[in-house]
Each structure stands twice: as structure tokens, then as C-alpha cells.
């Protein structure tokens, strides 16, 4: 069969809005910034895919455009080879200690990949969840958690935060404001569930002294007993403080996500395999396990439980090795993420619709994004849960109205990469990041 040809590759970096979300690496700016790569082909059709931004990536983005353009769909696996061969000329990149990751090479042949597989899967009338892994589509509906973070008070600053001025609900209201208590905390739980009806929930740690974030995660345990628990400090903590900090609450956490990393002599896998041998806590990692190489040392170590297999930097298709792999070997998948908008959600959940046996609920920004789109109609996170579509490709239509708002927001700005130094600054005058201190703890 005779597929379509590419005939156009267009990237476009775009902004939202964001709150002020606390983490290891700072405070999140009002905004957040994202690439959104678009390919066009000669039957009229467009696929896209959605990742971080930085120079970087828009530079490597470009880098592959003849390669991409006026090659044929059929071809799409040599398509992305050349693309990957490409940029490994570009030498071994680090992920860097940052909560988030700093390669470019991956991301840039994420957003290829699935814009690829969103035309070949339109072509061949699939959806994308089909045509992934060995086997493809595992389940029709994908479990999310609800990813709660502690939130700075906005009018501690100048910066444009969105205010809720007409609040569709508690959700709405609350994630605009300072939530540094157990309280608070439970609230943002008690109204992320009203909402979106989660069942699971991690709240993102690195901010407060340990055992205050313990105390937040004994509140969610109050209104929420049956619920699935985690807390994330993005490895802030050393060894015998992540000992210390949740030895004591290992009966309501399910799992410690990056409790531990590198420190001193030691690397991120050596103490993670530690902390859980003294714990028997079970241990989920974005940061310590985050390409194959790394991956079979962790398992060699028996470092990691969950590998947060985030497409994004995986890349589609390695997401879902990730997920074969765990489940050949008797570990669990899951999913990290960064805050993203409506495309992104539509390709982590075809990429957790395609992992087999038992999968970990997938972490999504998207809650914070929630009112934002590119695309017609975002997936909906229902009881806890989004459907898996059955529609051709990604099963997402870009809105080019809202395609060009979010570019203009992203041209208005002075914001080309994340940065979460700057708002922090309003709260503590020169605050600068440090990988081994919690950011309020100064
Ligand atoms: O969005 O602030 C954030 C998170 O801290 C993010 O940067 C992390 O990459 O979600 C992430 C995680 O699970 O470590
Ligand atoms: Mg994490």
C-alpha cells in the first residue's frame, strides 16, 4: 500500500499559563513553554506532537526538517532512524540534576515520532495505541493520579498569575493560591477528586523540611484512606533523611518516588537500592533510571520498583519497551510528566493504553492546565480515568485559533526554556537551586 507523503514540517513553540507551583527546582513562572511540531502530508492530513521547549530542541527540531520532509509514511521507521542518527552526532547528553530534563536529542525525536505515528495511524485508519509495542492496545481506559504540589502565594510577587475570578469550582479556586499546610494540602486532594475523581495521589515534595511533607501525605491519608499515596522530593533528600522522613508513614505510601540520589560517593541507584533495602519501601524514579543503559543498572541494583517511563523523554515506542520490560520482569510501569497541554495528555495516554499487565496511574500537569487547549476537544480525566480513543492517529484536531494564541503568548515573552529560580526569588531574596535542599529550606 501507498501511503502519503510529507510535505511539510512546521515547529511551533507556545506558552501557558501556569501557578505557582513549589518543587526542588524553584517556583513555577505563571507560564510554562512547549513545542508543538505539526507535519502535513499530500492526502490533507496533520499530525502533531507535543513536547518541551529551549533552544535547544528548537534548533534540533530544525536540524531534522530535510530529513523529515518529502518522505514517504510508509517509510516512517527510517524516517526516524536517520532523525536519531542525526542527533546522536551531537554527542552523549546529560538529564542534569534539575527536577526536569535537560536533553535535547530525545525530546526532539519524541515530537518526530509522534507526529509520524498521528499521520500513519490517520493513513492507515489505527489509532496510535494500536501501533505501539509488540502487541499493541492493552486497555481502553488509562487510570490517572492526581499530582498535587504545594503552591506559593502569588501575591507575594508581581508576576501575572491567573487569578480564579469566576471559579467553576473549589478546584479552580484552589490551585491559584498558597497551600503550604497539611490542610491546604488535603483540600487541593478533597477538590482534585471532586473534580476529576481520583483515586491515587502524589504530592510533589523538595519544598518543606521532610517531615512536614510527611505530615502532608498523614492529611491525604485522613479523607482519603484507600488512596494509593506517593511523595516525590526529586532525590532532595539524603539517605538516612529519607529514612528518617518516611520510615515513619511507610503504611499509608504505596511507593517513595526519588527519595534519594546521588550523594557523596554514591550514585542515585546505589542509595535508592539502599533506602529500599532498609525500608521495604518499593521506589519509583524519573531521575535515576531514564535511558535503557541506566534502566538495566537499576535493575541490576534492584534500585527501582516504577520506572516513570515519561514518553517525552523515552520516546514513544521506548515507553512502551519500558512497559514490556517491567512486565517481563515483575517490575511496574509509570509515567512522570511536566506541565503540558492537550497534545501531550493524548500521547501519554496512547502510550499507557499500549503498556501490558499491571501499570502504575499516570502522573499528568494537566489539572493545572485544565481550561487551556490546542486542539478541539481534550481528552477528560473521568473517575479518575481517561478513555483511550478509537479514532484514527492520536485522535486529537489541532484548533489553529488556540494554536496561535499559545504562539503569541510564547512571542510576547522574554521566556525561551523553564526557569523556576526567578519566581522563587520573590520568596527567599537570592534563592538559588541546590540539588540536596528542599527550595523553602534556606
Ligand atoms: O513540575 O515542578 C514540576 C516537577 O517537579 C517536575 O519538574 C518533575 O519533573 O514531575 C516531575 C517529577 O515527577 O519529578
Ligand atoms: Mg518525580
Known amino acids: 500500500m501507498s501511503l502519503p507523503t510529507i510535505t511539510r514540517m512546521t515547529i511551533v513553540p507556545v506558552a501557558g499559563h501556569d501557578s505557582f507551583l513549589l518543587n526542588l527546582s524553584g517556583g513555577h513562572a505563571p507560564w510554562f513553554v512547549r513545542c508543538v511540531l505539526i507535519l502535513e502530508d499530500n492526502a490533507g492530513n496533520r499530525g502533531v506532537g507535543e513536547i518541551p521547549s529551549s533552544e535547544g530542541i528548537l534548533k534540533g527540531l530544525e536540524k531534522c526538517r530535510s530529513l523529515v520532509e518529502g518522505t514517504r509514511l510508509n517509510a516512517w521507521r527510517g524516517t526516524l532512524n536517520n532523525a536519531k542518527r542525526l542527533l546522536a552526532q551531537g554527542g552523549p547528553e546529560e538529564r542534569g540534576r534539575q527536577t526536569f530534563d535537560l536533553r535535547v536529542a530525545v525530546h526532539v525525536l519524541t515530537a518526530i515520532e509522534s507526529a509520524l505515528l498521528d499521520l500513519y495511524g490517520q493513513a492507515t485508519e489505527t489509532p496510535v495505541a494500536d501501533l505501539l509495542g509488540r502487541l499493541g492496545r492493552q486497555r481502553d481506559e488509562v487510570e490517572a493520579l492526581g499530582y498535587l504540589f504545594l503552591l506559593g502565594d502569588p501575591n507575594k510577587t508581581d508576576l501575572p498569575y491567573l487569578s480564579a475570578d469566576d471559579p467553576r469550582d473549589d478546584w479552580e479556586r484552589l490551585r491559584c493560591q498558597e497551600a503550604l499546610t497539611p490542610e491546604a494540602v488535603a483540600e487541593l486532594a478533597r477538590a482534585a477528586h471532586e473534580r476529576y475523581g481520583f483515586r491515587d495521589f502524589k504530592l510533589k515534595g523538595g519544598v518543606l523540611p521532610g517531615e512536614q511533607e510527611a505530615d502532608c501525605i498523614r492529611a491525604m491519608h485522613e479523607i482519603f484512606p484507600e488512596a494509593r499515596l506517593t511523595l516525590d522530593p526529586n532525590g532532595a533528600w539524603s539517605l538516612e533523611e529519607a529514612i528518617r522522613v518516611l520510615e515513619p508513614i511507610r503504611d499509608i505510601l504505596s511507593y517513595a518516588e526519588d527519595p534519594c540520589g546521588q550523594e557523596g560517593s554514591w550514585s542515585g541507584r546505589e542509595t535508592m537500592a539502599e533506602f529500599k533495602r532498609r525500608t521495604g519501601l518499593r521506589t519509583a524514579t524519573n531521575m535515576i533510571a531514564t535511558d535503557f543503559k541506566q534502566l538495566q543498572y537499576a535493575a541490576q541494583m534492584n534500585s527501582v520498583d516504577i520506572p516513570l517511563a515519561d514518553c517525552h523523554f523515552w520516546t514513544m515506542q521506548g515507553a512502551v519497551m519500558v512497559g514490556e520490560l517491567c512486565d517481563e520482569w515483575g517490575m511496574t510501569w509509570g509515567s512522570h510528566s511536566n506541565n503540558h497541554f492537550d497534545i ?42 481517561l478513555n483511550v480513543p478509537t479514532t484514527p492517529g492520536l485522535g486529537v484536531t489541532l484548533d489553529q485559533g488556540k494554536l496561535d494564541e499559545a504562539h503569541a503568548l510564547y512571542r510576547s515573552l522574554d521566556v525561551r526554556a523553564r526557569n523556576d529560580a526567578t ?4 520568596l527567599i531574596d537570592g534563592w538559588a537551586f541546590d540539588p540536596k535542599r528542599p527550595a523553602l529550606v534556606r
Do not use: N
Not at 368 to 378: F, I, K, N, V, Y
Not at 423 to 426: D, P
Open 423 to 426: 519566581a522563587m526569588q520573590y
Open 344 to 385: 501531550s495528555l493524548a500521547m501519554m495516554t496512547h502510550v499507557a493504553a499500549a503498556c501490558p499487565g499491571e501499570i502504575t496511574a499516570i502522573d499528568t500537569h494537566w489539572i493545572w492546565q485544565d481550561g487551556q487547549r490546542l486542539t478541539e476537544a481534550p481528552f477528560e480525566i473521568r473517575d479518575g480515568k
